[in-house]
């Protein structure tokens, strides 16, 4: 079995507790401040939201169902010792009329409970979008039990949030009057709001809801990467998906891996107002996020420094320490390596060949026979904060070749051009060359160089540490040399 445990320096620190219209759950998390890591993720489906959506006010079942996880979850982080909590309310207990009642309830547990206006949860939603795409620009929508918020992002941060009766719990109701009159008091209910977008941007989607569509979509076509979060498709395929989707009865489709039972019976109505969705706003594309509402309150306490760090690096850089792999030392051997970049492409930025540096030497301190599985694993199934697919698609190219291999799996030109796939097979084979030639050492690194020149890949040698050329080492240069259309030589 493949290593995919976090490490063990992973300490719990801060936690969550969201109190929404369908789940109430507790986040625990650990790991790098700007991609921490989930260390425990629990939830009870109250459905909190069904009786407001039904007469104004929180069901006693239901209330007392949420009270009892709470009481769970603060013992447990009693016994954990963790002092560091958010307790946040949305729109289920800001719409009840005994919403007060119920927080009071709340308070006499030990915690403190924040209740969010619908603007705040909307913000809040959005920076959790932020923090895990920096370069977000367009409309983030997040779809919970009691509402649907929705705020546009840019370079300049959040504005115009809006949060709308629309939550799942209520969509069979309003979509009881056919797919039409669904229509208007959708659209009815964002021209009251004096909501809209501008045509052609990216919707950013949130919500467990709207991630259930996602493994949906990407079932229907087929995608290399079974993780929901980072998938992208473009409006007019998602609509189409969306339209067929709302038009089935939920006890005639088909089980979706990662899907539970009561995902997939309300898969209809989420697609439904999708599909609504995506015509009043016309977006180019879909994006969807793990990252919202809970990683927001995260985002919002981060330290501007903290802020400032590249997602991607900083969880490759816990992930990897597991394996007895020091940043700086995968920060030598990138440093080394630079040679093999592409001189025609620009696709490979620094960051990511850091990235990918760091995967393959951890690669090798894995058990051979379980290294052909680690691309993929690592690559494509494991969650990275700030990874686009073609970014997954560049590290599993990178892996790959790192093995020897320069064979690459049909499914990943789906996600990347050739000539990023190119590039990175350059860093998986230069890392390669590094590990054999110099076994990672700063002595080794430091007295060595990789050098273009002429036309030649050009491994330059200091006397004393000349002893560590062999016929392995001139192998790794040809093969690299080759790739790169230059001819190999050894000074």
């Known amino acids: ?240 998906i969306a339209k067929s989707l709302a038009r089935r009865k939920p006890e005639t489709l088909q089980p979706v891996p990662g899907l539970s039972s009561s995902r997939l019976a309300a898969l209809p109505d989420t697609a439904d107002l999708l599909f609504v969705l995506i015509r009043a706003l016309q977006p180019a594309r879909l994006v969807f996020s793990s990252w919202g509402l809970r990683e927001g309150l995260l985002w919002e306490r981060m330290q501007a420094g903290v802020r400032l760090q590249d997602p991607l690096v900083a969880g490759a850089a816990a992930f990897t320490s597991e394996y007895g792999i020091a940043a700086g030392t995968a920060a030598m051997v990138s440093g080394w390596t630079s040679a093999a970049r592409l001189p025609r492409t620009a696709w490979g930025t620094e960051h990511l060949r850091l990235t990918a540096t760091m995967l393959c030497l951890a690669t090798g301190m894995v058990e051979p026979n379980l290294r052909g599985d680690l691309a993929r694993e690592w690559a494509l199934r494991k969650r990275w904060i700030g990874a686009s697919p073609a970014d997954r698609a560049m590290l599993a190219a990178a892996m790959i070749a790192n093995t020897g291999r320069l064979d690459l799996p049909v499914e990943l030109g789906r996600l990347a051009p050739a000539e990023q796939l190119g590039e990175a097979q350059a860093w998986g084979l230069a890392t390669r060359l590094c590990r054999r030639f110099s076994g990672n050492t700063a002595q080794g690194i430091s007295g060595s160089a990789l050098t273009v020149e002429d036309g030649m890949l050009v491994l330059t040698v200091q006397p004393q540490i000349a002893v560590l050329l062999n016929e392995g080492v001139e192998r790794d240069l040809k093969t690299l040399a080759a790739h790169l259309g230059l001819k190999p030589q050894v000074r």
């Open 1 to 240: 079995m493949t290593r995919l445990s976090r490490p063990s320096a992973y300490v719990p620190t801060r936690a969550i507790i969201d109190i929404g219209s369908n789940t109430v759950r507790l986040v625990i998390y650990g790991g790098p401040a700007r991609a921490p890591d989930v260390l425990h993720n629990e939830k009870v489906t109250a459905r909190l939201g069904k009786g407001v959506a039904e007469n104004g006010k929180l069901g006693q079942r239901a209330s007392a169902a949420a009270l009892a996880s709470l009481a769970r979850y603060r013992t447990l982080l009693d016994l954990k010792g963790i002092t560091d909590v958010d307790v946040v309310a949305t729109a289920a207990v800001r719409d009840a009329a005994n919403g007060e009642a119920f927080l009071e309830r709340i308070r006499a547990l030990g915690l403190t409970p924040r209740l969010l206006s619908g603007e705040e949860e909307a913000i809040t939603s959005a920076h959790g979008v932020i923090g895990a795409f920096s370069a977000a620009r367009g409309v983030v929508g997040d779809l919970g039990g009691g509402s649907l918020e929705l705020v546009d992002i840019d370079a300049d941060g959040c504005r115009h949030g809006t949060s709308l009766p629309l939550g799942t719990l209520r969509l069979p109701a309003l979509r009881a009057g056919g797919e039409r009159a669904f229509g208007q008091t959708v659209a009815k209910m964002l021209k009251r709001a004096d909501w809209r977008a501008d045509p052609g941007s990216t919707l950013y989607l949130v919500g467990g809801s709207l991630r259930a569509f996602a493994r949906h979509a990407m079932t229907v076509v087929s995608w290399p990467i079974d993780d929901p979060h980072g998938f992208e498709i473009a409006a007019a395929p998602a609509q189409a």
